[in-house]
Nanobody, 120 residues
Framework: QVQLVESGGGLVQPGGSLRLSCAAS????????MGWYRQAPGKQRELVAS???????NYADSVKGRFTISSDNAKNTVNLQMNSLKPEDTAVYYC??????????????WGQGTQVTVSS
């Protein structure tokens, strides 16, 4: 029911920057958090960064100081500014949006993913 559309992925050199964007639409329930996950070949999907309704943010240790997550006040868009990119940042990046269902359960919605490749 909720659709997430990502943009901004691509190929960059080490040390370069990319900005990922994601827009959510069609949600019947309140979105309480949005974030970015990534998955490299042969590895588990991992949290990169998230931002909640109260503005609190979480970052993976590997990206602290390099990546910045932000969202608009309506919580229907989320951005990820990625600076000082490293080859190990190469992965498919997925946008996520958590909505709150009756009874207090949270439903995680996923975008289709966008490829980020960091290589010389």
């Amino acid at each position: 029911q909720v659709q997430l559309v990502e943009s901004g992925g691509g190929l960059v050199q080490p040390g370069g920057s990319l900005r990922l964007s994601c827009a959510a639409s069609g949600s019947r329930f309140s979105i309480v958090a949005m974030g970015w996950y990534r998955q490299a070949p042969g590895k588990q999907r991992e949290l990169v960064a998230s931002i909640a309704t109260d503005g609190s943010k979480n970052y993976a240790d590997s990206v602290k100081g390099r990546f910045t997550i932000s969202s608009d006040n309506a919580k229907n868009t989320v951005n990820l500014q990625m600076n000082s990119l490293k080859p190990e940042d190469t992965a498919v990046y997925y946008c996520s949006a958590d909505d709150l269902r009756p009874g207090g359960s949270r439903w995680r919605n996923w975008g289709q993913g966008t490829q980020v490749t960091v290589s010389s």
